[in-house]
C-alpha cells in the first residue's frame, strides 16, 4: 500500500501535512459517515489512514518505509530516468554544500568539514548516476564541478574530457578541462583547449573570462619558452599570480665563476701580520693572554677563557697579591 497515496501527499510533506491530511480523510471516510455503505469503502480507507499514520508518526519507521518507497518506485522507472533522479539529488547536496562554504567563509573549519561531506555525498550520487546512464554529459559535468570545488584537478580534467567527447557543444565541459589543465601548470594546453571551445562557442562570455584569467601565465609561459609552470602542491593557495617558469634549457644559464685557488704561503704570511698589526691592544703580556674577558676592573674579572695570570694558579685559601 502507498501511504503517500491514501493521504493524498507526496513524500517530501511535513508531519504537520500529513497530520492535516489525516484528519481530513478520517472525517470524509469515517464508518460513522457512511452508515449505509454496502461496499464497506469507509471502513477500509479508515483502516488504511490508521496504518498509514501508524507509521508518519514514527520518524524511525518513517525512514525506513522512505527507503523502501524509493526503491519501489524507482524500479517501476527508465534507467535515463533513474540516473536523472541521482543527478537531482546530487544537484542538492552540491548546492547546500556552496551555501555552507558561501555562508561560513574561509575560516570556519567546521563549516569546510560539513561542506567536505556534502561535496562526496554530491558525488556519490553522480556517480551511482553515471553507472546507470554513461552517456549523460550532465551527470559527468556535475561531478566534475565538485571535482573542482575540492581541488581534485586530475578527476575534474578526466570527466570534462568525457563530457567534450559525449557533447562537443556544452560550454561547462571545455570550461572546467581548460580551468583543470591551467591548475596542473599547463596553462599553454589549457588556452588551446579553450581556443577549441570558442571555435564552437564563438564569443561565450564564462569561456572568454576564463581566458583573461589564465591570460598572465599564457603569456608568462610564452615569454619564457617554456610549456609548464612550476606545479602548486596539495593543499596551497591556488595561483593567482603570475609564477616564473621553469628556465629554458640551452645558452641562457648563467655562467657559474670559477673557483678560486689557495692562496700561496707568502700571501697567508702576509695576511697573518696585517690582521696582528691591526688588533687592539690587549692586557699587558705578564699578566693575562689575550683572550676575552669579562668585567671593567680587575677585581670585577671574574668570568675569563683561556690561562690566567702569569704568576701562577692560586690555591685555594691563598689571598691574591696585589
Known sequence: VDHYEVFGCAPAATLAELKKAYHEKLREFHPDKRPNSSTGTGARVTQALLDAWEVFNDPAKREAYDERWQRHKEGSLPVAERASVRRREGNELYKAAQALSKAAGPESLSAAAEALKQYQAAISKYSAGVELDPQDHRLRSNRALCYAALKDWTRCRQDAESVIKL????????????????????????????????????????????????????????????????????????????????????????????????????????????????????????????????????????????????????????????
Not at 562557442?201 to 615569454?223: I, K
Not at 596551497?236 to 665563476?257: D, E, L, W, Y
Open 167 to 322: 557533447r562537443p557543444d556544452f560550454m561547462k565541459g571545455w570550461f572546467l578541462l581548460a580551468k583543470a589543465l591551467w591548475k596542473q601548470g599547463s596553462p599553454l594546453e589549457a588556452q588551446r583547449q579553450l581556443d577549441h571551445g570558442l571555435s564552437l562557442l564563438p564569443q561565450n562570455a564564462e569561456l572568454l573570462a576564463l581566458g583573461m584569467e589564465m591570460a598572465p601565465d599564457v603569456e608568462a609561459c610564452r615569454s619564457e619558452g617554456c610549456q609548464r609552470l612550476p606545479r602548486v602542491s596539495s593543499g596551497r593557495a591556488s595561483r593567482n599570480v603570475s609564477p616564473a617558469c621553469t628556465p629554458p634549457q640551452g645558452n641562457s644559464r648563467v655562467a657559474t665563476p670559477p673557483p678560486r685557488s689557495p692562496p700561496r704561503r707568502s700571501e697567508r704570511l702576509s695576511e697573518r701580520r696585517q690582521r696582528k698589526a691591526s688588533r687592539s691592544p690587549g692586557p699587558p703580556a705578564d699578566e693575562f693572554e689575550q683572550t676575552p674577558h669579562f668585567g671593567d676592573t680587575f677585581a670585577e674579572r671574574t668570568a675569563r677563557f683561556g690561562t690566567s695570570c702569569s704568576r701562577g694558579p692560586r690555591l685555594p685559601g691563598q689571598a691574591r697579591s696585589t
